[in-house]
């Protein structure tokens, strides 16, 4: 029996320290600044660990029973305060708030413990025995679980379910002790029914842990989801505020129906319009078939295709209803002839030859994304390209990534191909960038096709200007074996993010 | 004892509370390519059936390892088609050799080139014929991608396996230090790709002691410069510093310049190069030929090989130079030709393993690993969504002596191998288990020549290097020149061809 005994009081204090780590991870997480998080969250937690101590001498009749009620309050309250701190965060503005309220809580009735558990078992050891062992194995719990936090449950479990797998520990350690001092108890059946109820919602409760992130995290998207699917590809998400639909992929906005017509206007017309007689176009990309929409009107083109990686998504734009409004149901049409697959091995691969060349990848935040803007890349690219084609690449901000956007159309130019460089303002993207590339010299277009929002002959010229704070920087191309970009867009951004 | 921490999480706090993990797949795989039952026939001078045919012919190329195969491309490109190449493995290549699967093709040893220097002429004009190197330009997708290597220590990644994170004063110094001291000797241009065209007796004092010793004097012992070092004599050399000789370990350091833009690397690493050379000399080249006995004639060479006496006038041996003993009759023993044993394997991956968040890189080691870590061959793929791999294990055996660890290759079965493999990369990858479906493993017990204290400079291999001008057989192995390195064996593969065809010339 001893030794079972004090194994409670080892776990039991594993339990106490868990938590303490769990909150003051999931705050520096969250909120940041790790030291002063764990400093304030150890010091709340040991004072109410005081506090309860404290109050330990004004238990008095029935102590088994009240440790049991109490070993099930932190099982709940621990077990599922990593989830609830969570959707604190993403769903209120007192995270704070609740954050001390539940360590002060868990620290009170940690705090119970070890007093109460002493005086239990006061009568079977001398005093000085009971000290001892009950500290040693106090501690031990402490080290175990320490260790324990780092190297297995966060890497291995996450926050959430390793703070639901110590609820289930108190919640065990509560239903052991039923048996253990059964005869210290009146009605153990009561008692060890709720403690099997404790049990099972936490037992729900870990295998449902990623529904209950997933929704914490949607929230970090300010509108309401309409859509929102993990393909085998990224991770996609339609919202909708009002009349307002935005696209997300991996949690970066693709565009918003409502000034998406500015940015797809001028990938598109700058470039197209510009081509004496387009037939052949090849979209890279674009899976959301807005380019190709406003590619569709120009009546002497005879085929487009499109090659985008993700199956799911062109066929989410090709059915859905709200979306087939935003993109003219283009990808339907007969002269679009859409290829799931990847693009560069799809270039190196295809013989065929296009008038008109748009590329518009998301990004390059990786370094497999950043294959796609390299001098690799363009030149096989501008083996497609017929001797009167125009190529266009979406190229980042030249505001936000000026050493990016710079380094692009640099790259383009070591491919060997001539670069025009412009950019427009598109407002929920802010100043927007785009590199046209081709054999020949470029001349702006004498018209575009009528009913455009944006777009205008006379406002061409404008685009070509850079203003002196995005105006041309030095940059090295970008390649394979040195992806100088992947590097520079890191930096880009972190300016401006801290 | 020691528990592993997968059978601790399974047995303890996992089965405490009813965690259910994911299983672990099934790993197949077994051992392949594995020759030595062949070398140990010679080895044992077991008897070999009198030939039922008699084939003439001018050159007959012993070995098509990448020294046999650089013989052929040069005597093909000279116009000279009368030879052959014998290879007793059912795969020409040697070192080069590759495989493939439906995710990727991948190698069996020799992985990637250094951009070579303005002194590797011949490897150069090789890569101008195989479309590598173009108008002083290296075709982009042959160099190795971005990012390119990464070592795990305490507890994360940086990005070059020079340990950068957690060095004290004193070892950055000393790094320092030894940046400095490789700089000088570097441009004292002693120390050349290929050796041959550098080395003079000026620092042949170096060859006499070993690269720990040297390191030692120069006051360098810090933790992890000393890992440093030692892991870059186990990658290049199967040895530890102790075991290389001080020139060696130098010639490492200082045969390259600091800037380089590479490596050159591909998917089955130098097997592409065995393939582009097979697409030109594959015609001459004879798989499955094991060579047993070599005798001199009054016309020049009798080489027999299997039922076949190949009458030729000159021999090019390009396999290993210590199987000449038991090949030509009176030929004297060997002394300064010590081998390396090697292990390596290639893993199939059916998803990418967890790597604590970071992209995965071309190569990847973990500080004090007994293992050198492996390399990813889809890395060469210009997709940008990979959701299967294929790595190649490598693991040069180095404590102990080459006959040990031989023996171990040899006693240990293949689940040893596998989870001593697994274990390792387990370290990081916490989920490796849960990814990989086959691990094949292949034992090469004289994988690469080690360049021990004293034989740089060995008299016995300027002999073997440099014969008789009457001789009508000309070795042609890496292991001439005490490195193991893919533009030393083509080097002397193409110099034996050019002598050669000399001396055919010569009395035609």
């Known amino acids: 029996m001893g030794i079972l005994l004090f194994i409670s009081v080892l776990l039991v204090a594993a339990c106490g320290l868990i938590y303490e780590l769990v909150a003051g991870t999931l705050a520096s997480y969250l909120v940041g600044d790790s030291v002063f998080q764990f400093s304030t969250i150890i010091g709340t937690y040991l004072f109410a660990m005081g506090i309860g101590s404290a109050l330990s001498r004004y238990l008095n009749r029935g102590l088994v029973q009240r440790f049991v009620w109490i070993e099930l309050m932190i099982g709940v309250i621990g077990g599922f305060s990593s989830a609830l701190l969570m959707m604190a965060f993403a769903f209120t503005q007192g995270f704070e708030l609740i954050l001390y309220a539940i360590v002060v809580v868990m620290g009170v009735l940690v705090g119970l413990e070890i007093p109460l558990l002493m005086r239990i078992v006061r009568d079977r050891y001398q005093f000085r025995d009971v000290i001892a062992h009950v500290l040693t194995f106090d501690y031990l719990g402490a080290l175990g679980a320490s260790l324990l936090f780092p190297l297995l449950l966060v890497p291995r479990l996450g926050l959430v379910r390793s703070a639901m797998l110590f609820g289930l520990v108190n919640a065990g350690v509560a239903l052991w002790s039923t048996y253990l001092f059964a005869h210290q108890l009146s009605d153990t059946r009561a008692l060890r029914a709720v403690c099997l109820l404790v049990l099972c919602g936490l037992g729900i409760g870990m295998v449902e842990a990623r529904h209950i992130t997933a929704t914490a995290e949607d929230n970090i998207y300010a509108d309401d989801i309409i859509f929102a699917r993990d393909t085998h590809y990224q991770h996609l998400v339609l919202t909708r505020f009002k009349d307002d639909i935005r696209l997300f992929l991996n949690s970066h906005l693709q565009f918003s129906s409502r000034d998406e017509y500015r940015y797809h206007e001028a990938l598109i017309h700058p470039g197209l319009a510009a081509v004496p007689v387009p037939h052949r176009v090849l979209v890279l990309g674009g899976g959301d078939g807005l380019a190709v929409r406003e590619i569709l009107k120009y009546p002497q083109i005879e085929s487009i295709t499109l090659v985008d990686l993700d199956p799911e998504m062109t066929k989410l734009f090709s059915s859905h209803p709200m979306l087939t409004k935003l993109n003219d149901k283009s990808l339907l049409s007969p002269r679009v002839h859409v290829i799931n697959a990847d693009a560069f091995p799809w270039v190196d691969s295809n013989p065929d030859s296009f008038d008109f060349i748009v590329i518009d990848f998301p990004d390059p935040t990786n370094y497999s994304l950043g294959k796609l803007y390299t001098t690799a890349f363009y030149r096989a690219v501008s083996r497609h390209l017929s001797a009167q084609g125009m190529m266009v690449v979406q190229s980042t901000s030249p505001m936000f990534a000026r050493d990016s956007y710079w380094c692009i159309a640099q790259t383009i130019k070591q491919a060997g191909l001539e670069t025009y460089p412009y950019h427009v303002y598109v407002p929920s993207f802010g100043e927007w960038g785009f590199v046209l590339a081709s054999f020949h010299d470029y001349t702006p277009p004498s018209s575009v096709p009528s009913g455009l929002r944006f777009i205008s002959v006379e406002g061409l010229p404008a685009l070509f200007q850079f203003p002196p704070d995005m105006s041309p920087l030095p940059m090295p191309a970008n390649h394979l074996n040195d992806q100088v970009l992947v590097r520079a867009y890191d930096n880009d951004w972190k300016d401006i993010s801290h | 004892m020691k528990v592993g921490r997968r059978r601790f999480l399974r047995g303890g706090s996992a089965a405490l509370v009813g965690l259910s993990l994911k299983t672990d797949r099934p790993i197949a795989g077994s051992f392949v390519n594995d020759s030595f039952q062949m070398g140990h026939m010679l080895r044992d001078r077991a008897s070999f059936h009198p030939p039922k045919r008699i084939e003439k012919v001018s050159v007959v190329v012993v070995g098509g390892g ?349 689940s040893y191998w596998k989870e001593a493999i697994v274990r390792d990369l387990e370290r990081v990858h916490f989920d490796i288990r849960q990814c990989v479906s086959r691990i094949d493993v292949m034992r090469m017990g004289h994988a690469m020549i080690r360049p021990a204290v004293g034989s740089v400079f060995s008299e016995e291999r300027m002999r073997l290097a440099h014969p008789r001008r009457d001789s009508r057989l000309f070795f042609a192995n890496s292991d001439l020149s005490s490195i193991s390195i893919f533009e030393e064996a083509q080097y002397h593969g193409v110099i034996a061809a050019q002598t050669v065809l000399e001396r055919l010339h010569g009395h035609r």
């Open chain 2, 66 to 414: 990448i020294a046999g195969l650089s013989a052929a491309w040069r005597l093909r490109k000279r116009g000279f088609t009368d030879f052959v190449v014998l290879e007793m493995n059912p795969q020409a290549g040697g070192n080069a050799r590759w495989g493939e699967n439906e995710i990727s093709a991948y190698p069996w040893a020799a992985h990637y080139v250094p951009v070579p220097g303005p002194k590797a002429e011949y490897v150069r004009e090789l890569f101008e014929d195989l479309g590598v190197l173009k108008n002083g330009e290296w075709n982009e997708r042959y160099l190795c991608f971005a990012p390119q290597e990464r070592l795990f220590l305490y507890g994360r990644w940086q990005d070059s396996i020079e340990p950068a994170v957690g060095l004290t004063q004193k070892g950055r110094d000393q790094f320092q230090h030894l940046e400095d001291l490789f700089a000088k000797f570097r441009a004292t241009g002693e120390f050349t790709i290929p050796l041959e065209l550098g080395r003079t007796s000026k620092f042949q004092n170096l060859d006499r002691l070993s690269f720990s010793d040297w390191l030692q004097q120069q006051g360098c012992d810090s933790r992890l410069v000393t890992w440093y070092m030692n892991y870059a004599c186990r990658d290049d050399y199967g040895a530890l510093a102790k075991d290389t000789s001080a020139w060696a370990g130098l010639h490492y350091f200082c045969s390259r310049e600091v800037e380089e833009k590479g490596p050159l690397t591909w998917p089955e690493g130098n097997g592409w190069i065995t393939r582009r050379l097979l697409e030109r000399v594959g015609d001459n080249v004879r798989a499955n030929e094991m060579v047993h006995h070599i005798v001199e004639t009054k016309s020049g060479l009798s080489v027999f090989s299997g039922d076949t006496e190949f009458q030729a006038e000159f021999v090019i041996f390009a396999a290993p130079t210590f199987l000449a003993p038991y090949l030509l009759e009176g030929f004297p023993r060997l002394h300064d030709f010590v081998y390396s044993p090697w292990l390596t394997a290639n893993l199939t991956l059916e998803r990418i393993p967890d790597s604590r968040g970071a992209e995965p890189t071309w190569d990847t080691v973990f500080l004090d690993s007994p293992t050198l870590g492996y390399v990813d061959d889809t890395h060469q793929s210009v997709r940008t969504h990979i959701d299967r791999t294929v790595w190649t294990f490598y693991w040069s055996l180095v404590e102990g002596t080459p006959a040990q660890n031989r023996q171990l290759l040899l006693e240990k079965n293949w």
